[in-house]
């Protein structure tokens, strides 16, 4: 199986590795001081008080790297649509891509039947690119649960997890999934196959809507914040209108709001990558973890005050921290 790795920051570059040290055929595209670095002196992966280093393919384009079985694009959100059209010298005619990024996905509508059947959600594919460019025919569902740094160029430091689950938006699982699926776990990569990711996506999205963006707002670690009375029954309300948003277009989270409180308190001294993002001034995936689900909302009749109130206020943080379109219009 052949496999690009789009868009290879720190995550994609760490996974990216693993599969290049099982000797699977894979390229990083990566541009910049990293993907310089990385075709000068490989990649060096830290973990766990070790290291290991590996010279796998590295391109700066798409049209280097040529087609591909399997693009594992792992770009934020909001540059999906952009990388879209630059995927198309990877895409054959059996292509398929899967996309890592946090919040719900472009092609979340595709598949799912009902009323909503092919909606194309602006907060996150505003003018069609991604489901016009790629098609919502490869697209594979795609979930990672991975804490990962660029610590310099060519260099990643793992913190822990290397999971990653797929999906087919059409369900069940697929013979193309589960083919996806041998090959990561020959790299030592913890993956399964869901019969219905947007379980996943939803779980996922739980902690990133809340306190990733509470986080964001007070430039706090994870501990301090679910160890607030306030700033707890702020991201307890944020996480109650999100199951019920979920539950209006037939997506089930696990676990309770208590669990996943002790999940945050368990990794207290955290920063989470959204808030790294503000820091560094660079783009934050606020419309794909914030506004998608106050769009979703907004066609299911679902009522979404706290979470209103929230992405208000993350936008006009981002905007002062230059890191967010000052006049960007809501997208509904």
Known sequence: MRIAVFGAGAVGTFFGALLARAGLAVTLIARGDHGEAMRRNGVTVRIGGESFTVRPRCTATAAEAG???????????????????????????????????????????????????????????????????????????????SSNALVEPGVVLNHGNRTLWFGEPKGPVSDRCRRIADAMATAGIDTRVEAHIRDSVWNKLLGNISFSQIAVLTHSTLGPIVD??????????????????????????????????????????????????????????????VGAVIEIARRTGVVTPTIDLLYALVRRRAVAGGCYPPDAPLPW
């Open 67 to 145: 087609p591909q079985d399997l693009v594992l694009m792992t770009v934020k959100a909001h540059a999906v649509p952009e990388a879209a059209a630059a995927l198309a010298p990877m895409l054959g005619p059996d292509t398929l891509v899967a996309g890592a990024q946090n919040g719900i996905p472009w092609w979340y509508f595709h598949g799912l039947g009902g009323a909503l059947e092919g909606l194309r959600l602006r907060t996150v594919d505003p003018d069609g690119r991604a489901w016009n460019g790629i098609g919502p025919e490869r697209a594979i569902g795609c979930v990672i649960n």
């Open 228 to 289: 607030d009375p306030t700033l707890q029954a702020f991201g307890r309300r944020i996480m109650d209108e999100t199951q019920a948003v979920a539950a209006s277009v037939g997506a089930r989270t696990t676990g309770t709001i208590d669990e996943r409180i002790e999940m945050s308190r368990k990794v207290g001294q955290h920063k989470t990558s959204i808030l790294v993002d503000l820091e560094r001034g660079r783009r934050m995936e606020i419309d794909a973890q």
